[in-house]
């Protein structure tokens, strides 16, 4: 069974085996000043927008990651898929999106803003058999550095 990639940000592949995504979600938010005003409604001043949020929701399963071949039966419980999530939000470098693949939906520049994971069925060093995970992206309405864009195109 080929491994079919589902969402791409930068160099890292949400796909079906390693860090499988099973719900992701967009939101777009305005902001708004409010002005008060004696016997009136309130009067609202358009002041910006926010950046695009993205949150995908996904699950690590370590025995299937062994089974295909990914690390051996001690290496990879699975931290070290979250372990690279982490070390690319603490880059705080800008990733291109990209929905698919073939050549698939490009979504914009987005920084990993936080990633949390919870573990369950836990094992005898307390990590999870299944291990859910959540990344919260924004959209970067600026130029990415040379780095976040070399990154992005050759997976470095």
Not at 2 to 27: C, Q
Not at 38 to 60: H, N, S, Y
Not at 131 to 144: D, H, S, V, Y
Request: net charge neutral; hydrophobic share 40%; aromatic share 10%.
């Amino acid at each position: 069974m080929a491994n079919t990639v589902l969402m791409r940000w930068g160099p890292v592949l949400f796909d079906v085996v390693r860090r499988n995504i099973h719900e992701w979600e967009r939101s777009r938010r305005a902001d708004w000043a409010r002005h008060d005003v004696v016997g009136a409604v309130t009067q609202l001043e358009a002041t910006g927008m926010q950046p695009d949020e993205m949150t995908l929701r996904g699950r690590i399963f370590p025995f299937f990651l062994r089974q295909a071949g990914h690390g051996s039966q001690a290496s990879n419980n699975g931290m070290s898929e979250i372990e690279l999530l982490r070390s690319y939000c603490d880059q705080q470098t800008p990733q291109q999106m990209i929905k698919g693949t073939n050549p698939g939906e490009v979504l914009g520049w987005y920084v990993l803003e936080d990633i949390n994971d919870s573990h369950t069925f836990l094992d005898r060093n307390a990590t999870g058999k299944i291990i859910n995970f959540e990344g919260r992206f924004l959209r970067f309405a600026g130029k990415p550095s040379a780095e976040g864009f070399y990154q992005s195109l050759f997976g470095m």
